[in-house]
């Protein structure tokens, strides 16, 4: 059970992750309006290398959109008081573990156990 001040202590990285998210999203829109201009005089090359950029952009703005929702589900577990407990075995989720990747939903020892796993199922 996390104690008040753990609480209002994640919800504010909670928070400052959302904020960062949101900023980055407005800058991706502004850079998507903008990429169109300027194309007058421009070689292949100049072509090719803002096409790569553009592609590069759009891939980190799908990655923070998930990692948004992630984000947006670990506000809803903070608000219910759910966001400590593990899914998979409803054990404690330790508060530096939370801090440290606020969006986990696993304890240390089954995230352990289900990378392991994962390892353990890759081809040789």
């Known amino acids: 059970m996390l104690t008040p001040?753990?609480?209002q202590r994640l919800r504010e990285r909670l928070?400052?992750?959302l904020t960062r998210l949101a900023g980055n999203a407005h800058s991706a829109i502004g850079f998507t309006m903008d990429r169109d201009r300027d194309r007058i005089?421009?070689?292949s090359m100049d072509e090719s290398a803002e096409e790569e950029l553009y592609s590069t952009q759009l891939r980190l703005h799908d990655r923070?959109?998930?990692f948004?929702?992630?984000i947006q589900e670990?506000?809803?577990r903070l608000d219910s008081g759910e966001i400590d407990v593990c899914e998979e075995c409803a054990e404690p989720i330790g508060f530096k573990r939370l801090m440290a990747r606020p969006v986990t939903t696993l304890c240390f020892e089954c995230k352990t156990a289900r990378e392991q796993v994962e390892a353990?199922?890759?081809p040789e």
Do not use: I, N, S
Request: charged share 45%; proline share 0%.
């Open 5 to 7: 001040d753990q609480t």
């Open 15 to 17: 928070t400052a992750e």
């Open 41 to 43: 005089g421009r070689d």
């Open 64 to 66: 923070e959109t998930f």
């Open 68 to 70: 948004l929702g992630k």
């Open 74 to 76: 670990a506000v809803r």
């Open 120 to 122: 353990d199922e890759l």
